[in-house]
């Protein structure tokens, strides 16, 4: 069983439509939770994170993680074609332990 | 200022082979990450240098792959013989040494895409 598990996609929505990645996760022992975006040919690049439960919201993006069902979610409101990527959610124990990734879902932003 | 680089971006060789891949961190970044993405799979975790020291090398597949990073500032990660299924991207990415969350605030190279033919 993969430790974090993440809908490969494609997900496609028009643009202005809000966007609902979602991951899981089967280790308790996480504190970090994180959203990366990564575009074609490029590394991954960090949006968002938090640690441990609890909402953190940054413009049009929002970050969800609830522990007691082991769920992270990931809000996109206003959609914008930009933000066409693959988006990956990603786990850690802590501050400095490696980061243990999802697959990443593909998005597609249709103008 | 510059970001994390890789050296290079894509390379092709025969299995068998021995290839070399290059990392330059963030100036200042004392820790650095190898991951890995083979076709199909997520990205994942092969070590973790704080300096020239090696922190965590429990990712490494096996004793065909050497990690070094000389003086602690660039580092390099080398295949040696490489085989089919190592082909896939790998990644690079520092961290600085101070900070509330090591692993958020590092930044990720653009990759060097690995094909074994």
Known sequence: Q???????GP????????????????????????WYRQYSRKGPELLMYTYSSGNKEDGRFTAQVDKSSKYISLFIRDSQPSDSATY??????SSASKIIFGSGTRLSIRP | EAGVTQFPSHSVIEKGQTVTLRCDPISGHDNLYWYRRVMGKEIKF???????????ESGMPNNRFLAERTGGTYSTLKVQPAELED???YFCASSPVTGVSLNTEAFFGQGTRLTVV
Request: some cysteine; overall charge negative; aromatic content about 12%.
């Open chain 2, 87 to 89: 082909s896939g991207v």
């Open chain 1, 88 to 93: 990956l959610c990603a786990s850690s124990y």
């Open chain 1, 2 to 8: 993969k430790e974090v598990e993440q809908d490969p």
């Open chain 2, 46 to 56: 092969l070590l973790h240098f704080v300096k020239e020291s090696k922190q965590d």
């Open chain 1, 11 to 34: 997900l496609s929505v028009p643009e202005g439509a809000i966007v609902s990645l979602n991951c899981t996760y089967s280790n308790s022992a996480f504190q970090y939770f994180m």
